[in-house]
């Protein structure tokens, strides 16, 4: 997947397609025989590169218009080639999980998340942050001041931080890693889920299911601002 993007960032820089690059990655995706969420994840990726190049703000809106006709007129088959695990606690396979996930994490972590208070996983997303990553992080305003909660110094670290400013609870549990990977279910991020709890978690790489969970978190980060 990087060598492809090398590939069509190279194509970007002059801003021309030229037949010979359109050949040779034809060439490239029918060789390398990439499995569909790859080949979604990467549509998204390359709406995601012109975007990074645009500065006029109508062209701007073009380009989020052709992406969601992008969306409708070539829908995924997301069931091939789409993999998912379910763990469950007490126990460390769900925890190890976590972290395994984050390590794998190349680009961007969305984590929102009731509590965070589990010094294993904290500092795992410190590691994330320090080697940078771009992480975003959610989680509830009340749970924040609990006895053991590491959301204020994550944030004072410069990890940006919004918490619900409601009365009510924000109390998911979900985290997106680099738009391939989704991790959801009811395990919080503490030592008890791992050393008492039933818990769960689910992880999945389905396309249209990580677009949902994304979804959710740009607009709770947006209502939480």
């Known amino acids: 997947m990087s060598e492809l993007e090398q590939l069509l960032q190279q194509t970007l820089e002059d801003e021309i397609f030229t037949r010979e690059e359109r050949s040779s990655l034809r060439k490239y995706v029918r060789e390398t025989t990439l499995?569909?969420?790859?080949?979604g994840a990467l549509r998204s990726k390359i709406f995601e590169m012109v975007e990074e190049q645009i500065t006029d703000t109508k062209a701007l809106k073009l380009l989020n218009w052709l992406k969601e006709a992008n969306k409708i007129l070539l829908p995924?088959?997301?069931?091939s080639g789409s993999k998912q695990k379910v763990l469950f606690s007490p126990g460390e396979a769900c925890r190890n999980?976590?972290?395994a996930h984050m390590r794998q994490c190349r680009r961007k972590m969305d984590i929102c998340v009731f509590t965070i208070s589990d010094?294993?996983?904290?500092?795992?997303?410190?590691?994330?942050?320090?080697?940078?990553?771009?992480?975003?992080?959610?989680?509830?305003?009340d749970k924040s001041f609990d006895r053991g909660s590491d959301i204020e110094r994550l944030d004072r670290l410069g990890i940006p931080v919004r918490v619900d400013p409601d009365p009510d609870h924000m109390h998911h549990k979900f985290a997106v890693f680099d738009k391939h990977?989704?991790?959801?279910?009811?395990?919080?991020?503490?030592?008890?889920?791992?050393?008492?709890?039933?818990?769960?978690?689910?992880?999945?790489n389905n396309t249209d299911t990580i677009q949902s969970f994304q979804s959710k978190f740009d607009q709770l980060w947006h209502d939480f601002a």
């Open 181 to 204: 990977y989704v991790l959801t279910g009811s395990y919080n991020w503490t030592r008890s889920a791992a050393e008492r709890n039933e818990e769960n978690i689910l992880i999945t």
């Open 97 to 99: 999980a976590i972290i």
């Open 119 to 141: 010094d294993l996983i904290s500092r795992e997303i410190e590691r994330c942050h320090r080697r940078g990553i771009q992480v975003r992080i959610i989680s509830d305003n």
């Open 35 to 39: 499995p569909v969420n790859a080949l």
């Open 76 to 79: 995924r088959d997301t069931s």
